[in-house]
Structures are given as C-alpha cells and as structure tokens.
C-alpha cells in the first residue's frame, strides 16, 4: 500500500525491515483459558448463524442448531440484518 503514496529505489526490502521490527516489538493479545459453551436444555435455543457465499451468485443464510446440529441454509436475496429477521421469525 505503501507504493500507491510514494516510492523511492528499494521500498520494498525497507517496508519489509519495518513490518519484521514492528512484529518483533508488537504486544500479543493476552491468553484466556479455553470456555465451552453451555449445553443447550433444549433444541432450537442456541443457533449458531453465518452467511456463505455468494456461490454462483447465491449466498445462503447457515443455521445450525447447537442442541441437535440440524443445519438450515436459506437462500438469500439480501443479508441487511431486516432481511435476517424476516427469516429467522418464519
């Protein structure tokens, strides 16, 4: 990105110094023990819900149901989060 702003005779071994430095020097993200989800006392009350695609031009709504997996795919037309609520309250 660097070179659509300016350039000058070997700006990509001096970007790359920099990115190696600034990886060196950066903080990683603190580490947090591993939490299961709580288990579901009965199907359909914890959904998990994602968007794939667009395959061919589709994109499905996924819906997979944490209590039984059963897994749903919902042709999409738009995914503006009004469209997801029409779906989900069918």
Not at 62 to 89: F, H, P, Y
Request: aromatic letters at 8%; one cysteine or more; hydrophobic letters at 45%.
């Amino acid at each position: 990105m660097t070179r659509s702003y300016v350039w000058w005779p070997g700006i990509d071994k001096t970007t790359e110094a920099e990115r190696a430095v600034c990886a060196a020097v950066a903080e990683a993200p603190h580490q947090h023990a591993p939490k299961s989800w709580p288990w579901p006392n009965k199907p359909w009350s914890i959904l998990h819900i994602d968007f794939l695609g667009p395959i061919a031009g589709l994109t499905y709504l996924i819906i997979v149901d944490a209590c039984s997996k059963r897994t749903e795919a919902i042709n999409m037309t738009r995914t503006a989060v009004q469209a997801v609520i029409v779906v989900l309250g069918e």
